[in-house]
T-cell receptor
């Protein structure tokens, strides 16, 4: 089992460029999440998907879009990157199914710099 | 005020010392998590608990629901324990659950 995989590991963008961060999990989890991590702050939820076909905004959704392509894959898109989106992005998954919270499993992260 | 507060922010210990990291929260929770983030950046879940105490190897996590407080203890600390330790709480919201993360405690264990 690979767990949660993310691509790319590193990316540098210029302001205004677009890109998609990819995430996949092979644990048959229903819930998937995108977080950003900034220095001195806790992980903040950008978007999440409780099941295939559903997505919901988290705490900091502005400037991002997501797609839950199937049960395995959950992508995060920056349509027009801004320097404020420089951050480390983590994808995570869990099997909580809305009944009870479960452990979240994290990908290795994507370090994004927007110039 | 953040809903999840950790203390201390930074901690340096000598190898072999007993370490305690504290977490206080201000919301009703369904579960509390302790996670470890190594210098390489990867995040691993250590514990999920909703009451009492859990132990795994040299790590012990406790929670006091009435006081809204949890502690993570490391016995016989080792340089390989150097990492950022993150406390997070899961609360119920419409449609499911929401997890709120603390800012983390950076631990450095000297040989």
């Amino acid at each position: 089992n690979a767990g949660v995989t993310q691509t790319p590991k590193f990316q540098v963008l210029k302001t205004g460029q677009s890109m998609t961060l990819q995430c996949a999990q092979d644990m048959n989890h229903n819930s998937m999440y995108w977080y950003r991590q900034d220095p001195g702050m806790g992980l903040r939820l950008i978007y999440y998907s409780a099941s295939e076909g559903t997505t919901d905004k988290g705490e900091v959704p502005n400037g991002y879009n997501v797609s839950r392509l199937n049960k395995r894959e959950f992508s995060l898109r920056l349509e027009s990157a801004a320097p404020s989106q420089t951050s480390v992005y983590f994808c995570a998954s869990s099997d909580d199914r809305g009944r009870a919270p479960d452990t979240q499993y994290f990908g290795p992260g994507t370090r994004l710099t927007v110039l | 005020k953040n809903e999840v507060e950790q203390s201390p922010q930074n901690l340096t210990a000598q190898e072999g010392e007993f370490i305690t990291i504290n977490c206080s929260y201000s919301v009703g929770i369904s579960a509390l998590h302790w996670l470890q983030q190594h210098p390489g950046g990867g995040i691993v879940s250590l514990f999920m608990l909703s009451s009492g105490k859990k132990k795994h190897g040299r790590l012990i996590a406790t929670i006091n629901i009435q006081e809204k407080h949890s502690s993570l203890h490391i016995t016989a600390s080792h340089p390989r324990d150097s990492a950022v330790y993150i406390c997070a709480v899961t609360t119920r919201n419409t449609g499911g659950f929401k997890t709120i993360f603390g800012a983390g405690t950076r631990l450095f264990v000297k040989a």
